[in-house]
Nanobody, 127 residues
Framework: QVQLVESGGGSVQAGGSLRLSCGVYRYTDSRPSMAWFRQAPGKGREGVAVLYSSSKSADYADSVKGRFTVSQDNAKNTVYLQMTDLKPEDTAMYYC????????????????????WGQGTQVTVSS
């Protein structure tokens, strides 16, 4: 079982930066793949970024490539999402996610593959 606790959301003007944190509390030695999703009002939940547990590499949604960076500090059991050059369309509730399912570039963004969710943290970007 894994518990996830996000922090770091807030309000920022367009062009600004925010860093989200996700505390990962797990009860096994094996590390899950970690991802960030977001959900804007009236829209479905979409994958933003993923860190594969198998390869330690990352993938990103096209809409955030070059602006967002996902990283992990294993000593602190924390996953980060560094967001730069934020745009109003990045406004959403951001969720940390974890899974022990095998993730690949063609399936990491699917909500059905997530086993554990955090409670979410709001990011609001004003123009």
């Amino acid at each position: 079982q894994v518990q996830l606790v996000e922090s770091g959301g807030g309000s920022v003007q367009a062009g600004g930066s925010l860093r989200l944190s996700c505390g990962v509390y797990r009860y096994t030695d094996s590390r899950p793949s970690m991802a960030w999703f977001r959900q804007a009002p009236g829209k479905g939940r979409e994958g933003v970024a993923v860190l594969y547990s198998s390869s330690k590499s990352a993938d990103y949604a096209d809409s955030v490539k070059g602006r967002f960076t996902v990283s992990q500090d294993n000593a602190k059991n924390t996953v980060y999402l560094q967001m730069t050059d934020l745009k109003p369309e990045d406004t959403a509730m951001y969720y940390c996610a974890a899974t022990y399912f095998l993730l690949r570039p063609d399936n990491w963004y699917r909500v059905a593959n997530v086993q554990y969710w955090g409670q979410g943290t709001q990011v609001t970007v004003s123009s």
